[in-house]
């Protein structure tokens, strides 16, 4: 996982435009590619190549004698177009002064092929001129001694394994040599460890030399690019430049490494010590957040994750009513209320008719309840706890229908849901008179003594690379503490909301900081859990985001790497973790609205006694 570690490096010091500062694309036979030149320079190759022959006087482009034809030239296909461009570059290859090397791979005998080609050349002084055009010569390299005949502008391709005097290796651009020279891996897993060390000696060897290392023939898919790259080979020879610089592009983003651990909790386990059902429950959704989420947050955490020293574990599967894949407002749904309904439903059936939340019906046998989001409180995994609207987006609705139902704390954000409307009701003011304590600042928190209160800050939800403090951990602790000191039981339902939003991001780094916060607030839980042997915490959540596979990883760096199938969310179950009285009954597989049923049952037990 170097790869990733340098990568994440550079980009902490500032690489340049999103790509990897050392990683270059060699674009191998480009000629032979249904658009020659135009495609591999659009992608900014570094090195773009081309067979030449010397036939009938002209310089034609083919792989072999047999298919020459004379109307493909080294100078209308490549010669001209480069001079067009760096025309309009103002003498430069590429806009951004980014070095090109047109690599001119001479397939008739060198020296005769190689003086026509200087005499062309001059014909076109702005490539000569051009600083960031390198022209080099790979195929039948006349002997390097011969070198310093050729004028300056004609640089080399060079091999390992030769003594390059100082004056022949300045004209030596990169060295090259054949993959299957030197190993008979496919690209598949890893490398063995003698393979790799065979290549990382000619990577070493070049690197010695100062020079940048190509191996040509080697496995062409993005496993092979990559562990190459973790060997250090800084060329990439490739048939496919548009899978290749799409990936250079996104490695930033899907990888990531962490700079510290943070510390698991480890719950106790203290079984003979929990009541037979549980009094009160924590519902924690992490919001997108599949096992590949929960799987980059631990490797990420060098092996360690609250969430996975809880032993009882289910599967959800999560389809909504209209749709094999759910959003969030039907998965919530599904958990609050029992029921499957349509994408985009809030706490109503697929008819439209409203349903009965867990959290109402707790809340009328008169238990206390909180809502936490790290997101907007009216956006649709929270607001299926509470209200009741066809239309998910209809979020001055969704917050009116707080004032009506109510828990008896709120924090979040989306304020202006509430006290910047449309309608111009003042639903803060109006809950301030309904008994509540209202705050828009989260830092004044640990101020609030009052036992409702609704916190509404959205400068306090932005996401954790961008700043927000321990904002689940400490709004659960709050929340807890209030409750503590009551005789009512409770419910809490906890949103982890940016997991998804990394998801859709296709940002590694965003699901997995967003990961390891909500297990932050996780072990907070689980800690009161163990103090309180009442509670029974669930961790789930309402689908996966991304449709996130892991490709790579190095537990004991901390690093991740992987990939995303899709920017919305993915069919796949999501896997269930419950700790406290009445975990056991969340074993197996199952569908998200057997979560409600299940709390539901564990609840009703405790009631009966
Ligand atoms: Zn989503």
């Keep these: 996982m170097r790869l990733v570690i340098s990568l994440v490096a550079s980009l902490v010091f500032g690489s340049a435009v999103g790509q990897s500062s050392q990683t270059m694309i060699f674009a191998h036979n480009d000629y032979g590619k249904p658009i020659p030149f135009f495609a591999a320079y659009h992608q900014q190759a570094d090195f773009i190549e081309a067979d030449v022959f ?85 195929g039948n390299v006349p002997e390097p001694a011969t070198w310093k005949r050729f004028p300056e502008f004609i640089h080399f391709d060079g091999r390992p394994g030769i003594e390059y005097t100082p004056d022949q290796l300045k004209r030596i651009r990169l060295i090259s040599t054949s993959f299957s020279k030197h190993s008979s891996w496919n690209g598949k897993g890893v490398l063995t460890a003698a393979e790799r060390l ?40 490739t048939d496919r430049v548009d899978a290749l610089a799409d990936l250079l592009r996104q490695i930033p983003q899907r990888s990531f490494t962490s700079q510290r651990k943070q510390a698991a909790y480890q719950p106790l386990y203290e079984v003979t010590k929990w009541t037979d059902a549980p009094r009160n429950v924590i519902l924690m959704i992490g919001d997108g957040m599949g096992l590949s989420q929960l799987y980059s947050g631990y490797t990420a955490n060098f092996g360690s994750l609250s969430i996975f020293n809880i032993r009882d574990i289910g599967f959800s599967i999560t389809t909504a009513s209209d ?24 706490g109503v059936d697929s008819l439209g008719n409203p349903l009965i939340s867990i959290l109402e019906t707790l809340k009328l046998s008169g238990a206390a309840t909180a809502i936490i989001s790290n997101g907007d409180v009216t956006d649709a995994t ?116 940016q997991i998804d939003w990394g998801g859709h991001n296709n940002d590694m780094g965003y699901v997995v900081t967003e990961v390891l916060d909500f297990d932050q607030a996780v072990a907070t839980a689980l800690r009161f859990a163990d103090d309180d042997r009442e509670t029974l915490v669930i961790v789930t959540a309402d689908h996966e985001t991304g449709g996130l596979s892991i490709l790579d990883g190095d537990i004991s760096a901390g690093s991740v790497y992987g990939n995303f199938s899709s920017n919305d969310h993915s069919a796949v179950m999501v896997p269930v973790f419950a700790y406290g009285p009445g975990a056991q009954h969340f074993r197996g597989i199952y569908h998200n609205t057997r979560i409600h049923d299940l709390i539901q049952e564990c609840l009703s037990k405790s009631r009966k006694h």
């Excluded at 790259?229 to 800084?234: C, N, S």
């Excluded at 803060?428 to 309904?434: G, I, P, S, V």
């Excluded at 101020?447 to 409702?452: D, I, L, V």
Aim: hydrophobic share 40%.
């Design 323 to 346: 749709s094999y894949i759910t959003d969030s407002a039907a998965g919530a749904t599904a958990m609050a209320t029992g029921k499957k309904t349509n994408n985009r439903f809030i």
């Design 382 to 497: 929270p607001a299926a706890f509470y209200a009741h609207q066809r239309e998910r987006s209809l979020s001055e609705a969704i917050a009116l229908d707080f004032t009506a139902s109510s828990s008896t704390i709120l924090i979040g954000g989306g304020k202006a849901h509430f006290s910047n409307r449309s309608d111009r009701k003042d639903l803060l003011a109006d809950l301030r008179r309904a008994g509540y304590a209202v705050g828009t600042d989260f830092d004044s928190i640990d101020s609030f003594t009052a036992k409702k209160f609704v916190l509404l800050d959205d400068s306090a939800v932005v996401s954790k690379l961008k700043g927000r403090g321990n904002f689940l951990s400490k709004s659960l602790e709050k929340t807890l503490s209030v409750f503590r000191k009551q005789p009512e039981d409770f419910f809490v339902l906890l949103e982890g909301a």
């Design 198 to 237: 065979e290549i990382e000696r000619i990577v070493k060897e070049a690197h010695e030399k100062q020079r940048p290392i190509r191996f040509w023939g080697a496995p062409d898919f993005e496993n092979a690019w990559i562990k190459l790259m973790e060997a250090g080979v800084d060329v990439i020879n």
């Design 54 to 138: 010397l036939y009938n006087d002209k310089l034609v482009v083919a792989h072999t004698q047999s298919e020459i034809s004379l109307d493909r030239t080294l100078d209308t296909l490549y010669l001209k177009p480069l001079q067009q461009q760096i025309q309009k570059n103002r003498g430069a290859a590429y806009p951004n002064s980014k070095p090109l090397s047109l690599m001119i791979d001479l397939k008739s005998e060198g020296v005769a092929t190689l003086t026509k080609l200087v005499a062309e050349l001059k014909t076109y002084p702005d490539l000569i001129k051009c600083k960031s055009l390198l022209i080099t010569i790979s």
